[in-house]
């Protein structure tokens, strides 16, 4: 079993392909953003109020899935902190930090105070922030997927951070929301909103020749000479451009196809080593998104696979029949039909169902739905990730 371990590592240690992987990761903040100067620009135009120490205003941003928020916006606050000592910033992912109790507490923990995983009210946590806050000067706090824990949690967390400011003596905080989710200020409570949104930015997705230059300069840093063509970059390129112009999705294609080639013991990156990759990471993509689903949308789902059982397409309102049956057996609420007609178009948006509308004549319309993906994919993210709507699923 040794000489198993020993050859994989060796392999690893003697990679043909990698010269340094690390430029392939999402979480790598390269010294040069390309085509995104403009974002950059206004980000810093707004926040360069703290060098005559005043407080730069809120600033919402948002746009789809790699398009370089997250980047651009640490991006800006590291080159201002190297200039600029005079403020502090905090990052808080507010997916994987999902409730007010976390977030509260990464922000209390980025002082060096420690906080017990459970076992304070939110509102004790609150008034230990406020005491921390009151000893610093201009704080600035960047609440990344801001969708993900006001879906879960409501907004209300987030109202009293938008008026932290009237309950502070000394110190000056600023807030920087990040989300995916182009439509997500316009469900936000109306006095948030204004708060949070002082300033807009939104990030367009790149292009195809966008896309090909950021890969053309990581994939130099990251892969050994001769080990990537052109040609490949470009159909890099090409199929994340045709997803909404991802440039994570990019990255993540050429370091899978740099594993996969490493793996194999190849010596190049080939077209068929993309076409693997694009499967593996489109398989690890819809279990992500199954995984965090909320609730009701996991039962909207569940309704659609057990629905498609006996028949090729489901309607609208036959979703909406079977998922009252499964909340009823489940003995919780169910939300109304217009709810679940937009559930199915949050589940068409990220890929993993198609709801096509279709004319009925005089019966009006109706979409028409079936799923996109594996189902195989579907049942194991669900199993995994909720037990108890294990039950529910007959397939």
């Known amino acids: 079993m040794s000489d198993i371990i020993d050859e994989v590592l060796s392999s690893v240690k003697n990679s043909n392909i990698f010269k340094n992987r690390q430029y392939l990761s999402p979480d ?6 390309p085509h995104r100067e403009e974002q950059i620009k206004k980000i810093a135009s707004i926040l360069a109020q703290v060098y005559r120490g005043e407080r730069p205003n809120n600033i ?34 507010t997916r994987q930090s999902d409730t007010p ?40 706090i960047v ?23 009237t309950e502070l003596n000394n110190a000056k905080v600023s807030l920087i929301g990040i989300t995916n989710d182009v439509k997500f200020v316009d469900n936000l409570d109306p006095r948030v909103r204004s708060s949070l949104s002082e300033e807009e930015l939104v990030f367009p997705p790149y292009n195809a020749e966008e896309l090909e230059d950021i890969l053309r300069r990581r994939a130099s840093l ?14 890099c390129a090409a199929l994340a451009a045709r997803d909404h112009g991802d440039a994570r999705r990019a990255l993540d294609l050429l370091r899978v196809a740099g594993e996969i080639a490493e793996r194999q013991g190849d010596t190049k990156i080939t077209e068929d080593h993309i076409e693997k990759a694009r499967i593996e990471i489109e398989r690890d993509r819809v279990y992500e998104i199954i995984s965090t689903l909320p609730f009701h949308s996991k039962i909207v789902l569940i309704s ?24 009823s057996e489940m003995g919780t609420e169910c939300v109304t039909q217009r709810r679940v007609s937009d559930i199915l178009n949050e589940l068409d ?47």
């Open 143 to 165: 609440l990344d997927e801001i969708d993900a824990m006001v879906e879960k949690h409501g907004d209300d967390i987030l109202y009293r951070l938008t008026r932290i400011n």
């Open 28 to 33: 790598y903040i390269p010294d040069e953003l």
């Open 222 to 235: 990251a892969f050994k000479d001769g080990v990537i063509s052109d040609d490949i970059i470009r159909l």
């Open 101 to 140: 109790y976390r977030i509260l507490a990464d922000i209390i923990e980025s002082f060096g105070e420690k906080v017990p995983f459970t076992g304070l009210s939110t509102a004790e946590l609150y008034r230990r922030m406020l005491k921390i806050l009151n000893d610093e000067h201009i704080i600035i």
């Open 60 to 93: 919402f941003i948002y746009g789809l899935t790699g398009t370089g928020k997250t980047a651009v916006t640490k991006f800006v606050l590291n080159k201002l902190y190297e200039k600029i000592k005079s403020f502090k910033y905090i990052y808080v992912n």
């Open 304 to 327: 659609i696979l057990n629905g498609l059982k006996y028949k090729n397409t489901l309607t609208t309102g036959e979703v909406y029949e079977i998922y009252k049956k499964l909340t």
């Open 349 to 395: 948006m990220v890929g993993i169902i198609t709801a096509t509308v279709i004319n009925r004549g005089r019966y009006g319309k109706t979409k028409e739905v079936k799923l996109a993906v594996d189902k195989a994919t579907i049942i194991r993210a669900l199993k995994d990730n909720d037990e108890k709507l294990i039950s529910l699923i007959k397939v």
